[in-house]
């Protein structure tokens, strides 16, 4: 049986071609037919034109995931940490395989620009590597007072994930539940199916035991519900939107599981008044269109000296014409399009709020880039006289709009950066680095990033107040997905 056949995609390869029907889901080591029979149409965010469909699951098959998942967990979390290991090897050796084909089913899928869907690709690779050196050196029996501490794996986990980077997702949840001997049940999102699908054809020629990893298209109402309600799972592990993550804290509270939830932000990029702005004005314009602003992370609130405002500006300015917005196709480009017609609409209305709200357009603004109609391209937009309490200051816009807020000294810039229901990432720049870092104390974020743009994969990452709850990567991500058991005597 040809490998497209028995992965469920009719008739087709992954050349991008023709129309694919992906009408197969991951459950107990096999792909299967789904029990749902809706089905979602794949749009291009480039030119608006359907390139696929895919079969989505119900709550029905939810709950045979979740209870291959339970079944598996009897033995899985009897492993030892040196077969867990040789499973994340095998895990990231198979992804490793495909990870060229993985990129390019992400422009098309997605829209994400060549640049960011290679870079995208290699934090993905990251989640196993990182999984990998955190269980080499982690000890799950600790001695406490006279008492021997036992970490031991949760059960079942429910992995939610949104559009944006999914597989890079996939593999940093799923890596950790592995690396902790928990089995896992992932809710992608309906609009990643095809980087989905290839996904899920590399884990499973990674020869994982049945169960431990399931993989259920569908959408949130359904298939998310079941799993964040279901008695059976243990943890959820979400990724997505503040409002949607408050609903899924209410639904599981119901069986008191335990969760990760990883939210929305509207981080602040400081430049302080001796940062060196030839280096720092195109790092921040790299934060803020960050694929393509499409990132809970990116930095859409530049906040400048007012003594450097108008360089500030005049540099942006020169600047942007090197982050051209286009075919996320080209080597070039540096923006792509919005996810879906809907976000361009989002995007949009942002823009013209922002503009009746009094805050001036220094490039962008409404429509789309010349030559880009077919397409959801946004005009990257930065605007200037903004003030933080402005509503394109305050909420997340996930597109390419920049707000320029400026600040008298380095105490405002703290206080305004801090103003925010958020407080996921954070950006400080200055020639001083250990001034940089004395500043990076006082913000409340969970990441703040020092004169560049770095991940530390064993790093925490995790948001303070709407931003989430918990952590992810490294220990501490790894702690989350365990229960310590005091044997005292």
């Known amino acids: 049986m040809a490998i497209a056949e028995l992965c469920g995609i009719n ?3 992954h050349n991008f071609n023709t129309m694919k029907t992906i009408d197969s ?27 696929g469909q895919v079969v989505l699951g119900n709550e029905h098959d939810a709950r045979t995931a979740i209870a291959a998942a339970k079944e598996a967990f009897k033995t899985f979390s009897q492993t030892t940490k040196a077969e867990r290991i040789e499973y994340l090897k095998r895990m990231h050796k198979a992804v490793s395989r495909r990870k060229d084909e993985l990129v390019d089913v992400m422009v098309e899928e997605y829209g994400g620009t060549l640049q960011f869907c290679r870079m995208s690709m290699e934090f993905t690779l990251s989640g196993f590597t990182a999984a990998i050196a955190t269980l080499e050196k982690f000890d799950f029996t600790k001695k406490m007072g006279f008492s021997e501490v036992q970490l031991t794996p949760l059960g079942v986990v429910g992995i939610i994930i949104p559009w944006n980077a999914s597989n890079g997702f996939i593999a940093g949840k799923l890596a950790t539940a592995v690396a902790a001997g928990c089995t896992a049940v992932i809710k992608p999102s309906e609009m990643s199916a095809m980087q989905t699908q290839i996904m899920a054809e590399c884990l499973h020629e990674a020869g994982l035991p049945a169960g431990v990893f399931n993989i259920v298209n569908g959408l949130g109402e ?23 993550g408050k609903i899924i804290a209410r639904e599981a509270s119901a069986t008191l599981k335990r969760y990760t939830l990883e939210l929305g932000g509207k981080s602040p990029n400081i430049l302080l008044e001796d940062a060196d702005f030839s280096k720092a004005i195109p790092t921040a314009i790299a934060a803020a269109f960050m694929n393509s602003g499409q990132a809970c992370v990116a930095a859409t609130r530049l906040l400048v000296p007012e003594s450097r405002l108008e360089e500030a500006k005049e540099l942006i300015q020169t600047m942007l014409p090197l982050f051209p917005v286009g075919d996320p196709k080209e080597e070039t480009t540096a923006i792509g399009p919005m996810v879906s017609q809907k976000q361009y609409e989002r995007v949009q209305g942002y823009i013209k709020l922002g503009i009746e709200e009094g805050a001036s357009v220094l490039t962008g603004g409404l429509g789309h880039p010349e030559g880009l109609e077919n397409g959801n391209f946004v005009k990257p937009t930065v605007f200037y006289n903004v003030d933080n309490k402005m509503r394109i200051a305050q909420e997340e816009i996930f597109g390419p709009v920049l707000s320029i807020i400026t600040y008298k000294d380095e105490a405002e810039a703290v206080e305004i950066a801090n103003d925010t229901i958020y407080g996921l990432q954070a950006y400080v720049s200055s020639v001083d680095t250990e001034r940089a870092r004395g500043v990076a104390s006082q913000i409340n974020a969970g990441r703040v990033l020092v004169n560049g743009l770095n991940h530390d994969p064993e790093a925490p990452f995790g948001g303070f107040k709407q931003s989430g709850i918990g952590r992810e990567f490294g220990i501490y991500g790894l702690e989350a997905y365990l229960e310590p058991k005091a044997l005292i005597g």
């Open 11 to 13: 008739n087709q390869t």
């Open 25 to 51: 889901i991951y459950i107990n080591g096999e792909f299967v037919k789904p029990q749902g029979n809706q089905v979602f149409d794949l749009i291009s965010p480039t030119t608006n034109k359907q390139i």
């Open 222 to 244: 359904t298939v998310g519900a079941e799993i964040s309600t279901h008695p059976d799972v243990a943890k959820i592990s979400f990724t997505g939107s503040s409002t949607v």
